[in-house]
């Protein structure tokens, strides 16, 4: 257990909403991550943070703005959300950044609807 | 192209026999091999890592890493209807963690 919680778990909103999903941690992990996971596509990183402040984009960003203000809070925001974003989204901690060896472990994951 | 290739199945096994669960990649610079675990309605968990060509073995899993032919599996050997679920492969190419790319994973099915 990385000691990473997701919240909300499950939330349903409607079209043209703003949306944000929090990921805490208690171990003081410096990389953190969003992914989202679709039937078909796996896992997709979203935003990554890899410190107070510093964060960068991944693979399928647009649509998402991510801000870290302590190390332990990573929020993801949908700032008018689409059909296309309903999925479920996993926040993910590194335990060795910067090493190729490194390992991710992930929290429960959020399940979004957007109607 | 997709990066990290998975068969999706499902793939389905008798218990106790040997699940063989495959992964091909398409970065011939990728360093770091994960396989996780997800069973339906939770998140991933890590079963096994790889960073060498050959095989490495925890318990009932062998991870098995060939670098050239750019081809990583996974041996589930005694598999038991709780290894059911889908598993995920997923490679690091280095320089961090945020260049890991995973496959859209293979279900498998243990047969009582």
């Known amino acids: 257990d990385a000691g990473i919680t997701q919240s909300p778990r499950h939330k349903v909103t409607e079209t043209g909403t703003p949306v944000t999903l929090r990921c805490h941690q208690t171990?003081?992990?410096?990389?953190m991550y969003w992914y989202r996971q679709d039937p078909g596509h796996g896992l997709r990183l979203i935003h990554y943070?890899?410190?107070?402040?510093?964060?960068d984009k991944g693979e399928v960003s647009d649509g998402y703005s991510v801000s870290r203000s302590k190390t332990e809070d990573f929020l993801l925001t949908l700032e008018s959300a689409t059909s296309s974003q309903t999925s479920v989204y996993f926040c993910?901690?590194?335990?060795?950044?910067?090493?190729?060896?490194?390992?991710?472990?992930f929290g429960p994951g959020t399940r979004l609807t957007v109607l | 192209q997709k990066e990290v290739e998975q068969n999706s199945g499902p793939l389905s096994v008798p218990e106790g026999a040997i699940a063989s669960l495959n992964c091909t990649y398409s970065?011939?610079?990728?360093?770091?091999f994960f396989w996780y675990r997800q069973y339906s309605g939770k998140s991933p968990e890590l079963i096994m890592s790889?960073?060498?060509?050959g095989d490495k073995e925890d318990g009932r899993f062998t991870a098995q890493l060939n670098k050239a032919s750019q081809y990583v599996s996974l041996l589930i050997r005694d598999s038991q209807p709780s290894d059911s679920a889908t598993y995920l492969c997923?490679?690091?190419?280095?320089?961090?963690?945020?260049?890991?790319?995973f496959g859209a994973g293979t279900r498998l099915f243990v047969k009582a």
């Open positions: 997923a490679v690091n190419s280095g320089g961090g963690g945020f260049k890991t790319i």
């Open positions: 970065d011939r610079v990728s360093q770091s």
């Open positions: 993910a901690i590194s335990t060795r950044a910067g090493d190729s060896a490194d390992t991710q472990y």
């Open positions: 790889i960073y060498s060509n």
């Open positions: 943070s890899y410190g107070v402040k510093d964060t």
């Open positions: 171990e003081n992990h410096r990389y």
